[in-house]
């Protein structure tokens, strides 16, 4: 078969997964797309935006029945390129930040196909504030740390410790499965009282919140059910959501029942 | 005059600049508001999507003739809300990174306004990406810590010194003023050759880079002519823009010169 003569991919990010948080630029690209790639994490809805003749693939890590690894997701992105021209890479929230984005852009490049970045809205930053927590508020902190739980060794990352030891607002993405080994991390930083979201499906109508403390939050996610994909704010901006002092009074209200 | 019967405020993030990366929610609002009240940094071309009625007030802290106190802001919202109906706080980047915007929200809640958030493409992370730089890369590094230089008491953040002591790359916004000062923390704690990009202008037509290290960025800067608004990132991600290493190259050939 002749390779296409204009092959080239367009990393676009989705946003946190509302499909309306998507930019304007995300969406021009989709509706210029030839082929897209999907991930789990990016609306499905969005797909609505493509041509007709647009082939859709669901290279989700996960939701799906197969499970591509990255090497087959980079080789896929190249051969849809060759084959159909324009290729879109929609991922979830933004495509820079732990996405492996950047591998994917550059395994292009390598290859001799040209690629473009649409940058997304993070949910890092967007899931806490549709909740009302904002990551910095002057007077409480002067900075926020973004971190992901888990690593390629399956081990706890370094910089949870040095960000539990700092007074920035922290958020921790993909971090659920770890919560318990993470709020050991502050505990042993003298940090037990200070209060804690997590957040799941952010955006969408399924969203889900657990608040309390760094002493309380396990339990609290077991009571509401809160289940991954889930984003872990720890700071006291935490404090600011509208429901927070309900709960810490409601926690004192148990406690005394106790 | 009577108040309006509906008023209701929507703070949204425009993004970085480029008009284009605004979220769809965050172009509807514009298009169904009365009144918009916008930031120097919020790129001007979104007012075009207003209906013919809107009334535009720019509000910028800089670049216009007036500056406005935050309290003479977090007035007009309200103000423009009871007499218009709904109001648009369209803010350059998220409207909840730095921005003030809770404080805005808290103010117009508390005299019986409807708020609501569309979060923004936020520059800290979206700048790097639109140069090539990504925030985190699998096998580099695990977290990134965004920072402001600049604290309403005028010092320098506390937070920079901890976040020089990390792995994390760091974004520091509004800190170009400030870069000598911030170099010579990273300086203290031995980071002399970890690279350093100053993007200017971020998403735009005029957009400018200085790449260096904590060493040369000072001097790179002064050499590009970098002016504000600016975003500093310090970590090895930076390496991975497609400039870097020929910079390294020309570094060592200028060295050589000498």
Known sequence: ???????????????????????????????????????????????????????????????????????????????CANKYGHVVRLKGGDPFVFGRGYEEIVYAEERGIKTTVVPGISSSISVPALEGIPLTVRGINESFWVTTATLSSGE?????????S??????????????????????????????????????????KIALGHVDTIVQEVQQQQIASPAIIVVGEVVKLHKDFEREAFMQMVLQAAQ
């Open 1 to 79: 078969m002749k390779p296409h003569h204009n092959p080239r991919v367009t990393l676009v990010g989705a946003g946190p997964g509302d499909p309306e948080l998507i930019s304007i630029k995300g969406m021009k690209a989709i509706q210029s797309a030839d082929a897209i790639l999907y991930d789990a994490l990016a609306g499905k809805e969005l797909l609505d935006f493509a041509p007709a003749h647009c082939t859709k693939l669901n290279v989700g890590k996960r939701g799906g029945c197969i499970s591509h690894q990255q090497s087959t997701i980079n080789g896929l992105i190249v051969h």
């Open 156 to 164: 706890l990352s370094n910089d949870i410790k040095l960000a539990a």
């Open 166 to 207: 700092s007074s920035a607002t922290i958020v921790i993405l993909m971090g659920l499965q770890k919560i318990k080994e993470i709020m050991e991390i502050f505990k042993s930083n003298d940090k037990h009282h200070v209060p804690v979201a997590v957040i799941q499906n952010g955006s969408l109508s399924t969203q």
